[in-house]
């Protein structure tokens, strides 16, 4: 699997948008981009998936340049329950081999 | 809650003795997963269930951690011999397979302290 790379921390203010980048420069082709977050003492929490096309859901909305070699994870009205470790994992189709590599994320902090 | 669970929620142990973690995934959910999480890391995959199939486990998977699924539905992992390096949350997960765009669902975790 493409290895990924993102910022340690980010801050937010509440009510603004987050907008999370990494960076997958080795991604290829039949690789998605996969963006889970984890809640402090909980376990991850699936947010948005994509391969290249923009995709949006009631959580987030996923950019993906169109080399694919970065996206940016945005979350519109960022409140202060966002705050987690957000870790984007570039992976194969599902229903092969599916198995989750995590880094280390980025703690997103929203404060009020 | 993701419909997953996972029990007991915390377990401390001496080291040498053996342990046994539960994971009850969603009911539909064919594919289980194991995966280990260590302060400040992301989680590590273990070993995974298709059914009742293991089809794949790591290298940090040593002899002395053995998982179980029978007849497909909740899954057990047990240690052996604990280590203070066993010391970590352990994580279940489940999913649907052959889905498109199927996301895996992460229970609470069970946290393991080795004394």
């Known amino acids: 699997d493409a290895k990924t790379t993102q910022p340690t921390s980010m801050d937010c203010a509440e009510g603004r948008a987050a907008n999370l980048p990494c960076n997958h420069s080795t991604i290829s082709g039949n690789e998605y981009v996969y963006w889970y977050r984890q809640i402090h003492s909980q376990g991850p929490q699936y947010i948005i998936h994509?391969?290249?096309n923009n995709e949006t859901n009631e959580m987030a909305s996923l950019i993906i340049t169109e080399d694919r070699k970065s996206s940016t994870l945005i979350l519109p009205h960022a409140t202060l329950r966002d705050t987690a470790v957000y870790y984007c994992?570039?992976?194969?189709?599902?229903?092969?081999?599916?198995?989750?590599?995590f880094g280390k994320g980025t703690l997103l902090t929203v404060n009020p | 809650d993701t419909g997953v669970s996972q029990n007991p929620r915390h377990k401390i142990t001496k080291r040498g003795q053996n342990v046994t973690f539960r994971c009850d995934p969603i009911s539909e959910h064919n594919r289980l997963y194991w995966y280990r999480q260590t302060l400040g890391q992301g989680p590590e995959f273990l070993t995974y269930?298709?059914?009742?199939?293991?089809?794949?486990k790591s290298r940090l998977l040593s002899d002395r951690f053995s998982a179980e699924r029978p007849k497909g539905s909740f899954s057990t992992l047990e240690i052996q011999r604990t280590e203070q390096g066993d010391s970590a949350m352990y994580l279940c997960?489940?999913?649907?397979?052959?889905?498109?765009?199927?996301?895996?669902?992460f229970g609470p975790g069970t946290r393991l302290t080795v004394t």
């Open positions: 994509g391969l290249k």
């Open positions: 994992i570039v992976n194969q189709l599902p229903g092969s081999n599916y198995k989750l590599t």
């Open positions: 997960a489940s999913s649907l397979v052959p889905q498109w765009g199927t996301e895996q669902y």
């Open positions: 269930f298709q059914n009742e199939a293991q089809l794949e």
